[in-house]
């Protein structure tokens, strides 16, 4: 029983975090028994955040309903994902103040005074905290720093076991993430004595991904956050974690891409809320990685890379391992969610509808009506990602074609004869009846109609597809 | 193609694949889309010691792009330069910084154990770091940070920059504009980053010696230890070669401390130095002063151009900006000021240094013959002239003669009047390298001549003030070495603009140091309350090269020409005729012919005037002829010699306490001429009142004022003072006190003002005469006596020479005051001469608009002195205002035609020739062969005889003789009578040779009356006795009466002489019936006069006594009763 503490800092954090549930629901494989995510953002209002929360929620929500044993063949939602509070957030406090105001400028002596007008500029000690550090993680690495005074950070240390593993998402570029992650890092290694398994965390394997820019942001004069510093304040942050990180890691992964899609540009609040990009799938990809590594015991650096570069990579851009990762839990969890989507309501009066007791009800219930919420959230993450740029879109996502066709650069298996004569969701339901036969009858519902839906994608994986 | 999520290159990777440590070779291939020109600081160093991270970064990213640039990179490392430029010059900007330091563990601790969360928090953050990154920032090593507070900035905190375990230096994220924080021309902190290697080599050398002081520094600060070896390679060859032998550099720096106490500023353990003082490189600076005169300063100031000045030259560490410009008024002491532009403590001067602020304009113009006018001419009809509005700090550095000069071919000093009666001052400064500073000043015409002068010296705003005042200056030559420096000065100031506005003149010698106070004395003649001006005699005991003028409103300076050729090798020989009425000089240069002393219109240098002697009106121009003495002297002036021997001084004068000749009492050159102020007052009579204190100090300064004339004579004419010789006469009958009083009063002075070697001759008046003759008119002595007789206004004295030698002497007081004086207890009212003539004079003057003469002689008759009346009537033949104006009184001339007194005149002539025979016969000299005349009542005796060879004369004279000595046949007696009488003893006494002075008393004899003659040397009659001799006395004088009424029988003084036969007769009656009297006052008179000098001899006549008592009524009778 091994648990991974992953945490997610600032929005980027927050956003591979919301990869990494999509992935873990798809069943791409992680080592690591139970998924701790932590979102640490003082940004109460980020979009990103609250939205990763809500996934992360629905995802516990749904895990809860199944159960997973050797038997269990399906691997949709099978990493469980715990929370280390309701929330799966630490809350910073008085994040609605200025950073002066925040660490009590005005009364502090003469020479800690002195100091602090040195370290931080006029503009940093007017910052308004309310909307991150924007881009000034100087006072990130002082303001995140109470969240190793906070219940949930004694929570975390009083969790952890020999053997579980932390990761560490943050962006480079940013505010929160950039002075999340070293402050994070140092407060591990360095864990006061006061804190429990405080010398388990001193020498906790810890991984971290550090995501460089990968997006641009609409030149805004009025905005502290300017497109055109993104490299020479990543490089500069780069030579820092060159000595101040780099050697504090067991695996460091570094991501990042050319600059070619502006988002709209937004210090913060409820309107950060950036579309989806296979960047932040590949991070995902990192904790997966270092949660998947055995041999801890290097300060490894980690790149990421492709086989082919395309403005619109599918599968067979990907480098084999990364597509032998995702080609078949995404296929399949692609098949699952259309046709949940688009059919299985109208058969309900099907043979394994009827053998798995799947009736109007169950679509009506908790569980359903939450994976199916999720299942909207996972859809638009694929729409974004495809259509972001860099694109990432492996699937067809026009419901008007045969769905064997809609994953790019396969060729499905056809055939004039026998079941495979079936096409698009006939073939499904077809299949889906099939194994709803075999089906062990003493498991729940939820159980029996994720089993049901998995091993009938899987079947087709390697009827269609040969994989 | 494969594609890697990553900016720099490297090997291709697949999905999730090791890879290279993302180092530093690898960050630097990262390109950067925008270069490194983001126009925003970095922040992305997650870190709170973000800012030591990002300086560290750009030193390292500097070392590789370049030293030049503009890089947000160049900005951080010339930001942190110019924090560690800051700290090397601290001393510089100490009033606008200061240093406070932070200890890792007390300062930490406070933070980390304070009851504020928030502190708590905030001081866990900053260790975490600490402690967490210390090997990458050498925090281990860390035992201070050392901050710069800005006093002068907003906050009472202002952080600027510190101290940097990394870089030594770093800078806050925050823009600061700094006031007068500038290093050559490099202002500090600003948006123009200035490389290692263009700053002050000084800088480099100290930072350079820091690398080699600090252990390890190469591998802990190597991106800065990068940047000197970048550096290095773009410095000068000579620098280069200073960088390779530092030695001891390092250690020679002083060390930098905490408000230089005992806490020092260190980087890694390594005490940071300072600057040594800049001072002894700013003293290379072209803008260095460079004076004429010898100028000792350790450190010579600066002069810095308050306009635009592109020359070029070299200021500190830099040429100067040209438009640049240095402050107008720095308001710091010399010694305390920074330069601009520049901060480092070092003495410059503005213009207000040199300028005035006010500039005195005089409502006449300055007389540019003897005072320095710096070329202003007006160009207006208001002519006016200026003081010079130069503060005596300029001629620390520069000569007074100099500041006539050019420079580069201007005048170093101009003022030019400018529209609107304004005036600009032009002062041109000599810098190095043959350069200099040009300083300029507009005084603009106040708004309000009342207001106090408005002004502004930091705008270089000037401004106007009138001052009616005038300066005289006398002598006006340097004096030589060893000899007295005594100047007159005389202020006069007759403004009413200001109330009590005091005046006040300062001395500045050949040093520019203030004259001082013991060596001035001051004292004011004249009131403005009594006059309308003020008027104060300075006495100078220095020579000095300038004046300050100065009052509450405003000072300038006053610089005389004073004439130098002074001195010479001509020997001067002065003899000096101090006379009863009349004093006279004479001189003779090289033994040449005598001639009276005068004071030509080509001797201009006696006596100077601010304001040019001219026709003004103003009084308060006028007086100084009064106060010191006219410009001219001489026969053809207003004012000559022979000079009324006279004083003046104002009237409150407290002779109690000193008084100072050509101060506040001065020879009045223009009595008998003008009239004097109400508060003024003349005392005359000087010769014989010298009884009181009071008295002696008036005859003193009388002599003095003589004295400072002649000096000025010798030394502006060529004259060698070590050969001077000044013969100076006494009247035979002056008692022996006095006498020597008057001695020591010419010795002190002579030696005082000529000098110890000056060849002093006292000469008994009556002697000298005969030498004028003897030397000039061909009379010598031969086998017959010569007798000579000198006639002044007291005394007549009478000498007889034998062969050359005076062989006997004989003194009384019979002359000039006998007649015309008011004896014996008479008065003005009830003088004849006065009563017959005043009126008419007076009247003549009147009606030919001699109105300021009228004045004059209405003012002496005030003073109810008979003598002095009829010396001014005496004096009008000689008034230049008169002789000018064809208006002819001659005052000798009307008692000539004035047939009504002149037995008056007869008797004092005969009575004379009586008394003289006698005198011959008593000591058995045979009958003179010549009898010669001198002094000024010499000339009364032509209104008896206005014959050519004096044949009246000449027959009373041979009557008497023949009558006392009884002889009838074979007399022959040459009358001389010159035209000038009273030059004659001092031309006799030049025409002495050697020391003649002869001991009177051997050859004095008093003919006490005919019978009784007071032998020389044994047996002295004492006054004690006088009254033994009254009556022989009366004897002899009726003897005379007999003698001159019989001779009327042979002689007619009817035909002779006009005189009618009724006035013989009233006469006659008169002196019989007043005679006896007349001598018994005479005799108490004299015993008065001696008063408790009884044992004196006898040394008079008792026989004059009943004339002297009773021709002055005789006179008064003849006028009331019309006796004809």
Known sequence: MSKLYVFGIGGTGARVLKSLSFLLATGVKCNSTSVVPILIDPDAANSDVNQTVDILKLYESIRSKLTFNRETSNQFFKTDISPLNPDFRINIQDSKKKFKEFIDYQSLDKKNKSLVSLLFSEKNLNADLEEGFTGNPNMGSVVLNQFTTSKDFEAFASSFAQGDRIFIISSIFGGTGAAGFPLLLKNIRSASPTLNNHSHLQTAPIGAVSVLPYFGVKKDNESNIEKSTFISKTKAALRYYEHGVNGSVNSMYYLGDKLVKDYDNYEGGVEQKNDSHFVELAAALAVLDFANETDLSTNKIKEFGIKNESQNLTFNDLGDVTKSDLLKPLSRYYFFRSYLENVLKEKLNSDFAKRLDIKEQFLNEDFYQKLKKLNKHLWDWLNQMSTNQRGFAPFTLNPENDLFDNIKGLNPHKSTFGINRLKNYERITAELNKTAKKMNTSKSTEDRFMQVFFDTTEKLMVAKYKL | MAYNFRFHNGKDVEGWENSNPLNEVAIKAIEDPNGAHSSREITSIPSPYARIDLVKTAFKEVSSIGPDGDTIYHKMVSDA?????????????????????????????????????????????????????????????????????????DNPIDIIGGTSPSTLFFTSANKYELKDFQIGNDILLDDKYMPLYKRDPDYVKYLFSLRENIPGLSSKMKELNDYFDLTYGYLSTDLKSQLKNLGDHYKNLPVLNIDGGGEIVEVLGINLKKAKGKQDSIKDSDFVIRPDRENEEVYPPLVLPNEIFNAGLNYVSAPWDSNAKAPHFDPQKLDQRTLPLDGNKYPYLTISDFLEPVIIRTEFPVDKNYFFNAGYESYEDEQKGFVLPIKPLYFKYFSVDNLEQTINGEKRFELKPLSGGYVEAILRIPIQKDNHITFRRTYTNPVNQANKPEYNEEINKGTIVENRINIGITPFYKFPEGIHQEYNVALYEGDFIFENNRYELNYFDAENKIVPIGNVHKVQRRFKEEETYNMFGEIVKSNFDYIQLKHEFASGIIIPKFYKRIGGTSNFDFSIDFGTTNTHIEYAIDKGIPQPLQIGKNEKHHI????????????????????????????????????????????????????????????????????????????????????????????????????????????????????????????????????????????????????????????????????????????????????????????????????????????????????????????????????????????????????????????????????????????????????????????????????????????????????????????????????????????????????????????????????????????DIDIRLPSNPKEISSKGGLSMAGNQDIDLDHIKETLISNSNLQVGAKNKISYKKVKDFEDSAMESFDDFLKFFFGLNKSYSYRVNFGIEKASLDFTEAFLYKKKRNALKTGIQNKLNEISNESDEEINETLFFYPLVGTLGELAYEFEKNKVN
Not at chain 2, 102 to 111: F, S, T
Not at chain 2, 121 to 135: F, I, K, T, V
């Open chain 2, 81 to 153: 330069l110019d924090v560690g430029q800051i700290f090397f010059e601290a001393d510089k900007y100490s009033d606008k910084i200061e240093i406070i330091s932070w200890d890792r563990k007390a300062d930490l601790n406070n933070l980390i154990n304070s009851s504020n969360p928030k502190h708590k928090m905030l001081g866990e953050s900053l260790r975490l770091y600490l402690e967490q990154d210390q090997l990458t920032y050498n925090f281990d090593a860390l035992n201070k940070f050392y901050f710069i507070n800005y006093t002068e900035g």
């Open chain 2, 608 to 971: 100077a005037s601010l304001i040019a002697f001219k026709d003004f009106k103003e009084s308060y121009l006028l007086a100084l002829r009064n106060d010191l003495f006219p410009e001219e002297i001489h026969s053809k002036s207003s004012y000559q010699f022979p000079q009324r021997t006279a004083v003046n001084f104002h009237k409150k004068t407290n002779f109690s306490q000193p008084v100072f000749t050509l101060g506040n009492i001065s020879i009045p050159f223009k009595y008998e001429k003008e009239s004097f102020a109400l508060y003024s007052k003349v005392r005359t009579n000087l010769k014989w009142n010298s009884n009181t204190d009071e008295n002696k100090k008036i005859l003193f300064s009388f002599f003095e004022e003589l004295i400072k004339i002649i000096r000025n004579k010798i030394l502006l004419n060529g004259g060698d003072l070590e050969n001077t010789q000044i013969t100076w006469s006494y009247p035979a009958s002056m008692l022996k006190h006095q006498l020597s009083q008057m001695e020591s009063d010419w010795r002190n002075l002579i030696h005082t003002y000529l000098g110890k070697n000056v060849n002093i001759r006292k000469v008994c008046e009556s002697l000298t005469p005969y030498y004028y003759y003897y030397k000039f008119q061909g009379i010598a002595a031969m086998e017959k006596p010569l007798v000579s007789i000198d006639i002044g206004g007291g005394t007549s004295d009478v000498a007889v020479y034998k062969k050359v030698v005076p062989i006997l002497f004989s003194s009384y007081k019979f002359a000039g005051d006998a007649i015309f004086g008011d004896n014996f207890n008479r008065n003005i009212n009830i003088n004849g001469f006065v009563n017959k003539y005043y009126s008419k004079i007076i009247q003549k003057l009147r009606e030919n608009g001699q109105l300021i003469l009228m004045e004059a002689i209405e003012k002496i008759k005030d003073s109810d002195s008979s003598h002095d009346v009829i010396s001014a009537f005496f004096s009008l033949n000689d008034n230049k205002s008169l002789n000018d104006n064809s208006v002819d009184i001659d005052f000798l001339e009307l008692l000539k035609t004035d047939e009504k007194f002149k037995v008056i005149f007869l008797l004092f002539y005969t009575s004379q020739m009586y008394h003289i025979a006698h005198l011959l016969k008593a000591k058995n000299i045979p009958i003179p062969g010549v009898i010669s005349f001198s002094g000024t009542a010499s000339k009364l005796l032509t209104i008896i005889d206005t014959s050519k060879n004096h044949d009246n004369l000449k027959h009373l004279t041979i009557e008497a003789f023949k009558y006392v000595f009884k002889v009838d046949e074979g007399i």
